[in-house]
């Protein structure tokens, strides 16, 4: 089975923790590293033979376009992160429309081409704030990939289905992966459980989703690759949440391109609405 790989393409600094974030105002005064970054997650994805979807914040994209071409020069599907990172649920829809139709504009203007699916910042589409859904869909987006189908403090939506799902306006939801374990459904695949958890859990849970007949999805962001990154979030929580194994990103990338079969989240949608259109018996047959 193909599974789907998304980068989050943004700076370090554009961390977003409620209450614990540095404000966009001030990014321009750090030190830029997305481009090595990102030119290095291009180099190992190539070395692989891998395509990737990446979501690209509009603060970025507007400062470095070559970067964008260069993302899609190199055969990747381009989304968009919205424009400087804020929460979704800390915004209202006027805000978040502009901030995303804002992001949608610059990467346009780049590429030539209307993104075609969109991520929220730190997944921070949760239940207090589902008509984000309905904004993306209007903008004319084929997908989203921004829930958690669980709760995790201040993020996720329990009960929403844990497989990529057509939602009542027609956008395509593709939720963050989980696995069931025992009484619990627990997150993995991407960011920092791809970092907290050892590789063995990770590769186990990508096998287990594959076994259940759906497609995993992995993320991370190039300044992961970056293990000594000059700045860090305040609080000792989101230090550790957004530091943790910094050192072993790099590696387990590796093994999971190495092991698994990967492409564009685009993709490997439209093999799984393939894959259920066709009749039961025909699918058994396959
Ligand atoms: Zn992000």
Same mark, same amino acid.
């Given at each position: ?74 055969? +990747? ?7 400087? +990172? ?10 978040? =429309? ?9 990467? &346009? ?9 969109? !991520? &929220? ?54 939720? &963050? ?17 791809? =970092? ?8 186990? #849970?990508?096998? =287990? #989703?594959?076994?259940?007949? +759906? ?20 609080? =000792?929580?989101? !230090? ?47």
């Amino acid at each position: 089975m193909v599974n789907a790989l998304t980068i989050d393409v943004e700076e370090y600094f554009c961390y977003a923790y409620p209450g614990d974030e540095f404000p966009c105002q001030r990014w321009g005064e750090l030190e830029s590293r997305v481009v090595p970054q990102t030119l290095e997650t291009l180099r190992i994805l190539e070395t692989h033979g891998i395509r990737a979807t990446f979501f690209i914040l509009g603060w970025v994209a507007q400062r470095e376009p070559y970067l964008v071409r260069e993302i899609l020069d190199r055969g +990747h599907e381009i989304g968009s992160h919205g424009y400087n +990172h804020r929460l979704v649920f800390t915004q209202s829809p006027q805000d978040f =429309r502009s901030d995303l139709q804002r992001s949608v504009d610059i990467l &346009a203007d780049i590429t030539g081409e209307m993104p075609v699916g969109y !991520r &929220a910042p730190s997944f921070s589409i949760n239940g207090t704030c589902l008509w984000a859904l309905d904004v993306v869909a209007e903008m004319g987006f084929s997908y989203d990939s921004s829930i958690y189908p669980l709760n995790i403090r201040h993020y996720g939506v329990p009960g929403m289905p844990a497989v990529p799902h057509e939602l009542e306006s027609g956008l395509w939801e593709f939720p &963050a992966t989980t696995v069931q374990v025992g009484p619990a459904r627990m997150p993995f695949g991407g960011g920092g459980y791809l =970092r907290l958890y050892p590789f063995l859990v990770t590769r186990w #849970a990508t096998h =287990r #989703a594959n076994a259940d007949g +759906h497609p995993a999805m992995v993320y991370l962001h190039p300044w992961e690759l970056d293990p000594d990154p000059p700045m860090r979030p305040r609080s =000792r929580l989101h !230090r550790f949440q957004h530091t943790v194994n910094l050192s072993k990103t790099r590696s387990r990338l590796l093994h999971l391109c190495a092991e698994f079969d990967f492409a564009p989240m685009g993709q490997v949608l439209g093999q799984f609405q393939a894959a259920r259109a066709v009749p039961l018996g025909f699918a058994a047959a396959m």
